[in-house]
Nanobody, 120 residues
Framework: VQLQASGGGLVQAGGSLRLSCVAS????????MAWFRQAPGKEREFVAR???????TWSADSVKGRFTISKDSYNTVSLQMNSLKPEDTAVYYC???????????????WGQGTLVTVSS
């Protein structure tokens, strides 16, 4: 499956952004969709994931209570980001896999990334 991420931009601290990831076909029920992010000089880290069949979600502690992952349609997953902080600045990637995992190696399909910059 091909993934296309969008919605990034420049926002002030405390602001909100909504990222979207559109798949090239219907997302199968066996799929786990996730968002990761990669800040300059750092490794790609897990942000949030959703099990497509049940809608169950899990988020990293660093974003819990601020970011929400959700299913928007049969082929779109979103990440609502509120109360943004400068440390949230990164390129955000959506990924598709089949494991309930926060390990980027378990995701075989990736979008191209969308840049989020949070100014202080």
């Amino acid at each position: 499956v091909q993934l296309q991420a969008s919605g990034g931009g420049l926002v002030q601290a405390g602001g909100s952004l909504r990222l979207s990831c559109v798949a090239s076909r219907r997302i199968y029920s066996s799929t786990v969709m996730a968002w990761f992010r990669q800040a300059p000089g750092k490794e790609r880290e897990f942000v949030a994931r959703i099990r497509w069949s049940t809608g169950s979600t899990w988020s990293a502690d660093s974003v819990k209570g601020r970011f929400t992952i959700s299913k928007d349609s049969y082929n779109t997953v979103s990440l609502q980001m509120n109360s943004l902080k400068p440390e949230d600045t990164a390129v955000y990637y959506c990924g598709a896999g089949t494991q309930w995992s926060g390990d980027r190696r378990d995701y075989s399909s990736w979008g191209q990334g969308t840049l989020v910059t949070v100014s202080s």
